[in-house]
């Protein structure tokens, strides 16, 4: 008699897999690239290295600190969720203008230059104020990840700084020939998290921003070769799990 298949064991396996999967500490020393990061925080990282004491910064990571807080965090096409109680016209997803500029129907456009993510939604707070007599806002920036390679749906993705890798691949949708194993993280052209800290970052369940994450950056899916298919069918399951209430946007 065939013997039966215990999904069930199957599934339990994978999940005391990725609970021993070491921690990403290392990834935490750092605020320099974090989307949700507040101005405070960048500013102290500053601070030591500019007495000679404490945390040290490399000349790039420095770099990349003060161009945020003088330039801010937005660009050109990024994507920003709106919602201004009871202004229909007003709670939409809106794009960053020319001129790192927001324009919202009815308004004169807001200059987003020097705003940092996490200052977005007191800045449309004071914004809308001018205009409506005691409006509750809430805004999200969404970032724009890439999700290339052995995937179903490849492309790039406005997603919430909140959301983790997990969500992400579930997304997109795993290819029957797909290796996780082979999965590396990509910024600017060099790897941001080699094969093997790609897979620690997915079984950490971190976020984007907790992992460094910003816009731009590529989650690439290696493909691998014949004779897994059932055990990456029961892995992209798991990976699955909750996406259906992600909130996002996705450009073609």
């Given at each position: 008699m065939a013997k039966r298949f215990d999904w069930q064991g199957m599934l339990l396996a994978v999940g005391m897999v990725v609970s021993v999967v070491p921690s990403l500490a290392a990834q935490d020393q750092s605020l320099v690239n974090r989307a949700l990061?507040?101005?405070?925080?960048?500013?102290?990282?500053?601070?030591?290295?500019?007495?000679?004491?404490?945390?040290?910064?490399?000349?790039?990571?420095?770099?990349?600190?003060?161009?945020?807080?003088?330039?801010?965090?937005f660009r050109v096409g990024d994507r920003l969720v709106v919602m201004v109680a009871g202004e229909k016209s007003l709670s939409d997803t809106f794009t960053v203008r020319a001129g790192q500029t927001l324009v919202l129907p009815d308004m004169a456009p807001l200059s987003l230059h020097g705003v940092l993510r996490s200052e977005l939604q007191e800045k449309l707070q004071t914004h809308v104020s001018q205009y409506i007599r005691q409006p509750t806002v809430t805004a999200e920036a969404l970032i724009r990840i890439g999700i290339l390679g052995t995937v179903a749906r490849p492309g790039y993705y406005n997603v919430r700084a909140d959301q983790n890798l997990g969500d992400m691949l579930g997304l997109a949708g795993l290819t029957g020939d797909a290796d996780l194993g082979k999965m590396h993280i990509v910024r600017d052209g060099n790897d941001f998290f080699p094969r093997d800290e790609a897979r620690r970052a997915m079984a950490s369940g971190k976020s984007l921003d907790m992992l460094g994450l910003q816009g731009g950056d590529e989650i690439q899916v290696g493909r691998r070769g014949q004779g897994f298919g059932p055990t990456l069918a029961i892995i992209s399951g798991v990976v699955t799990l909750g996406t259906a209430i992600i909130l996002l946007t996705r450009n073609h």
């Open positions: 990061a507040a101005r405070e925080d960048l500013e102290g990282l500053l601070a030591p290295a500019n007495q000679g004491s404490g945390p040290k910064l490399t000349a790039r990571e420095r770099q990349i600190v003060e161009h945020r807080l003088q330039e801010g965090d």
